[in-house]
């Protein structure tokens, strides 16, 4: 059997395997990331402790490393201080560089990072006809933020957001799509169809920082500014000094366990007679 815990971070959940012998190979992960069918989640991260903090090794729900995920690393900030390796402020190393994390309250974990590089163009997407005009930024991961005009809630995520992923322009690599409306001058509310997860999640922190980021630079927005998330939640984006993007919201320890073989051993896919 391997130990786990369960964390979520506004919404996006993550299994987190504390010190393993060895990181779990990428069929594993995506049986036990499978929702219905296993343990469920939007993704997986290995934690080991270092002498500033804890290492983060952070995998898609299809199994695959990403150099970085936002609520991820916030979670895993929030499960060091839990295990005792920092009381809490703690460095988490990650595949993007070092991220400095603290807890703000019982439930509640924020990072501070470099701001993301302001977008210099806006693209135009074609899809069956209709221009889609946006803006490509990395914010640790490939983002195209898609600004909505209207209400997130008949946004066509998932109609748009598996085609805009996939979308030429981007590359083998393809991008997160957010979809973001600029409510106010100090608020912004968003949606994001996740590569690697292949579907909407509750939230992405990474996206979050990126809408912030075009905001910003168009003048859109200010800071602090609050974002609402699809689960409901809502993260702080602010500027602690210059250069620099601190994310702040939920990120709380759900449950602890462990997984069994028979989570690993998924069915073949349905084949349905003629």
Known sequence: MTP?????????????????????????????????????????????????????????????????CLN???????????????????????????VTARRTAAAEIALELPAPEPPDRQLELELDGRSLAGWWLTAG?????????????????????????RHPTFGDAGANVDFVRFAAADRLEIRTFERGVEAETLACGSGVLAAAAVG?????????????????????????SAGILSLAGDARLVARGELTGEAGALPPPAAWSD
């Open 141 to 165: 991961v490939p983002h195209f933020v898609l600004p909505w005009s209207e209400s997130l809630a008949s946004a066509p995520v998932a109609e748009l957001g598996p085609r805009l992923r």
């Open 72 to 98: 991820g690393t916030r979670c895993a900030a929030r499960l060091a201080i839990e295990l005792g390796w920092a009381e809490r402020q703690l460095v988490i190393g990650t595949g993007a560089g070092p």
């Open 4 to 68: 786990f815990f369960r964390l979520s971070g506004a919404g996006n959940d993550f299994l987190a395997l504390v010190e393993p012998a060895a990181a779990p190979a990428a069929a594993e992960i995506r049986a036990w990331c499978s929702r219905g069918l296993s343990a469920g989640a939007d993704g997986l991260f290995v934690l080991r402790r270092t002498a500033r903090g804890a290492d983060m090794e952070y995998f898609n729900a299809d199994g695959r490393p990403a150099e970085l």
């Open 216 to 240: 910003l630079a168009q003048g859109s927005l200010g800071v602090p500014l609050v974002a609402l998330t699809a689960g409901g939640f809502r993260l702080t984006v602010d500027r602690p």
